[in-house]
């Protein structure tokens, strides 16, 4: 099962369809990533809402991601986690520390908004001619 | 047992296919859909544990009941090589295949009863139930 | 049966036991036959005295006079048999039928102690000019009837427990504590006991409602919780991380010292929770939150679409 990465504006959006196998979920990883570097985007958004179980293969991908994304100069938001999937995931020790998370889409580009703003800030006086 | 659904774990589609059909009987058997998820999540870990460990095995679900408590049953077999630190690998956060050591014991935690039987070379039997609460 | 008979007789007076107990079978069954006679007068008797000690107001005199007949007649069979098991299943099943009415305890131990009265006085007259023979008939009375007034009693008791254990889940499971105060901001009160299934109630409403009301910020007050153990307390810190994973900051008001000082005991790790005194200094916090995301947010989203394109 491909994921549909679907680009906009300088953010890649991946929402997930339906279950994926661990195959799946690595390819994932991989063309996110090589995407980001290619199109050198400012954030990734992985959209989970249709995803009923993660399980530890699953939540080690996401975070993967996330880590791998933030080194080649993206942030990561995970959005859509169902409120049974995050309590499944809490009672497994499944957190995803140090990985952003919000509820759904919308929020999630509003937070990555939010995210590039302060960037764009915290580096405006130094660098005038900054990647934008 | 006339209701049991066998499963043969060997490639990780099968892994889906499993807690799928796991979460398919907690439903039958009446579980709320967040005791479902939780069922599904500790199938999906123990099915990769086979596939991670002993390359193929076999995911057998029933219903079972105790007075009357009703429940479902998840037992996984495999002929791999065996655990020799049971300790050890019901140990939270240890792994020897990468992973993130979640496995086993994030499986322990989600079910009610959880059994593990190995034999070094000859393989390895994970027995674990979850109890739907009585009234 | 005949060995129950015997069980029966052993709780009557050890002194006389030699004796009676051969003849103490033969007493049941002359008993009996007596209770078999006077069948229809002395299930009336009892219907009277039920209505006139104003028992079972709920119910109608037919119905009283029906459960009447039922229960005397289980109430005989027991005596024979020494069977318990057919009077339990019928004393249930009366207390599935009437506890909805309203019917209290103390009318169900009336009732069948007024039974008790209403056979001992029938025999009491049966036997009077032989107050020897009316002795050994309620030494083996007693102790029958006794037990069979208690199995009634206890039977009404436990339906009594599972309709109210029935009731308290249902409660629990309608009731949703949770209050969304503002746009964005829910409270969750929590207040009484928190059993591990409670725990796992409050979450899941918890979470569902975060995700319904897009709630970014959660305030759980704790003020009303007399005590936290250990699996109550790591099931809070659960709850946290789950919130957060939907998005949602929780804060946590109104720990106890004691439970303060319990969690710091028993070594939950609470270094990701946030906690404020008071539900008032919560609500504060979450407003300050509030207001620190959407101004940002708001802002952004207009300029991004250009500086995208």
Same mark, same amino acid.
């Given at each position: 099962?491909?994921?549909? $990465?679907?680009? =906009? ?6 929402? &997930? =369809? ?10 994932? !990883?991989?063309?996110? &990533?090589?995407?980001?570097? !290619?199109? !050198? ?5 992985? #959209?989970?809402?249709?995803? #009923? ?9 996401? !975070? #993967? $991601? ?11 938001? &995970? ?11 809490? =009672? ?11 509820? #759904? ?28 | 047992?006339? %209701? ?7 490639? %990780?589609? %099968? ?99 959880? %059994? ?20 | 049966?005949? *060995? ?68 005397? *007649? +289980? ?29 209290? /305890? ?18 009491? +007259? ?12 309620? *030494? ?18 436990? @339906? ?43 979450? @899941? ?28 307390? +790591? ?13 949602? /900051?929780?804060?946590? /008001? ?37 207001? *620190? ?14 500086? /995208?394109?």
């Amino acid at each position: 099962m491909e994921v549909p $990465i679907l680009r =906009q504006g300088q953010y890649l959006i991946a929402s &997930i =369809q339906s279950a994926l196998t661990d195959a799946d979920l690595s390819h994932l !990883r991989e063309a996110l &990533i090589a995407q980001v570097g !290619r199109s !050198r985007c400012r954030g990734v958004i992985v #959209d989970v809402t249709a995803l #009923d179980v993660m399980d530890s293969f699953a939540v080690r991908t996401l !975070r #993967d $991601i996330a880590h791998m994304a933030r080194l080649r100069g993206a942030e990561t938001v &995970i959005v859509g986690i169902q409120p049974d999937v995050a309590f499944a995931m809490v =009672q497994l020790g499944l957190t995803l520390k140090g990985v952003a998370t919000v509820l #759904d889409l919308e929020e999630g580009l509003a937070f990555l908004n939010r995210r590039t703003e302060e960037r764009t800030f915290e580096t405006k006086p130094k660098k005038p001619s900054g990647r934008g | 047992m006339g %209701d049991e659904l066998r499963l043969p774990i060997a490639a %990780d589609v %099968d892994v889906v296919e499993a807690r799928q059909q796991g979460r398919a009987l907690a439903a039958v058997a009446g579980f709320s859909s967040g005791e479902q998820t939780v069922i599904a999540a500790a199938i999906s870990e123990i099915a990769r544990n086979i596939l991670m460990y002993a390359k193929k095995g076999e995911i057998i679900l029933s219903l079972v009941q105790n007075g009357d408590r009703q429940g479902v049953s998840v037992v996984a077999i495999d002929q791999g090589p065996g655990i020799t630190d049971i300790e050890r690998a019901m140990q939270y956060g240890y792994s020897t295949s990468h992973g993130v050591g979640a496995g086993l014991p994030g499986a322990k935690r989600l079910m009610d009863d959880f %059994d593990l039987q190995s034999t070094p070379g000859q393989g390895t039997t994970v027995t674990m139930t979850k109890w739907r609460r009585a009234i | 049966m005949v *060995d129950n008979r015997k069980g029966m007789s052993v709780s009557t007076r050890a002194s006389e036991a030699p004796a009676l107990s051969e003849s103490s079978a033969g007493l049941l069954r002359e008993l009996v036959a007596h209770l078999r006679q006077n069948r229809t007068q002395l299930r009336e008797e009892w219907a009277r005295r039920i209505t006139r000690a104003e028992l079972l107001t709920a119910m109608t005199e037919e119905e009283i006079f029906a459960e009447a007949t039922a229960v005397y *007649d +289980n109430y005989v069979e027991a005596l024979e048999t020494g069977t318990f098991e057919a009077l339990q299943a019928y004393s249930r099943r009366l207390s599935e039928r009437i506890i909805p009415r309203g019917v209290e /305890t103390d009318e169900v131990v009336g009732i069948v102690l007024l039974l008790r009265d209403v056979l001992a006085r029938s025999l009491f +007259n049966k036997y009077q000019d032989n107050v020897e023979k009316l002795n050994r008939i309620l *030494d083996s009375y007693e102790p029958a009837a006794n037990r069979i007034a208690n199995t009634v009693a206890v039977g009404f008791v436990e @339906e009594r427990e599972r309709i109210i254990r029935q009731q308290q889940e249902a409660i629990r499971e309608l009731s949703t504590p949770v209050l969304q105060v503002r746009e964005r901001l829910l409270i969750l009160p929590i207040i009484g006991v928190i059993d591990p299934q409670r725990a796992r109630q409050l979450t @899941e409403q918890l979470l569902r409602a975060i995700r319904a009301n897009r709630a970014k910020v959660v305030v759980i007050d704790v003020t009303g919780v007399a005590a936290m153990d250990s699996g109550v307390a +790591n099931h809070l810190v659960q709850t946290v991380e789950a919130s957060r994973l939907l998005g949602a /900051t929780v804060i946590v /008001t109104g720990l106890s010292p004691e439970i303060a000082q319990t969690l710091v005991t028993i070594g939950v790790d609470l270094s990701e929770m946030a906690t404020v005194g008071d539900l008032q200094g919560g609500i504060e916090e979450a407003e300050r939150l509030l207001a *620190d995301r959407a101004a940002p947010t708001t802002q952004v989203r207009e300029i991004a679409p250009e500086s /995208t394109r």
